[in-house]
Nanobody, 124 residues
Framework: QAQLVESGGGLVQAGGSLRLSCVAS????????MGWFRQAPGKEREFVAA????????YYADSVKGRFTISRDNAKNTVYLQMNSLKPEDTAVYYC?????????????????WGQGTQVTVSS
């Protein structure tokens, strides 16, 4: 069973950048597809980005395409989310998720393990 720990959230002004990290425990990280999701107050959890085992397949939500970049380092059991040109509407708790079947998908229900989340707040 994997444990995921996110870090890197915080308060930033609109137009700024943050880099989120998610470290996974265990020896099978390289067999997991990984995703980032977010949930704003009063809203449902939504897909942000996902990456395949090797990083060869990547999906982004339309709302973050061109501003966010997902990447992974299998040697460090870590997946990253580089967030640039942040907007107030990006404010949310950001969650890292792992899928034991390595095919990349965008629906939260298909992910098996979740982190505790990290708060990102973008001020206008």
């Amino acid at each position: 069973q994997a444990q995921l720990v996110e870090s890197g959230g915080g308060l930033v002004q609109a137009g700024g950048s943050l880099r989120l990290s998610c470290v996974a425990s265990g020896r099978t990280f390289s067999t997991y597809a990984m995703g980032w999701f977010r949930q704003a107050p009063g809203k449902e959890r939504e897909f942000v980005a996902a990456i395949s085992l090797s990083g060869g397949t990547i999906y982004y939500a339309d709302s973050v395409k061109g501003r966010f970049t997902i990447s992974r380092d299998n040697a460090k059991n870590t997946v990253y989310l580089q967030m640039n040109s942040l907007k107030p509407e990006d404010t949310a708790v950001y969650y890292c998720a792992a899928r034991t079947i390595g095919v990349v998908v965008t629906e939260a229900k298909h992910y098996d393990y979740w982190g505790q989340g990290t708060q990102v707040t973008v001020s206008s």
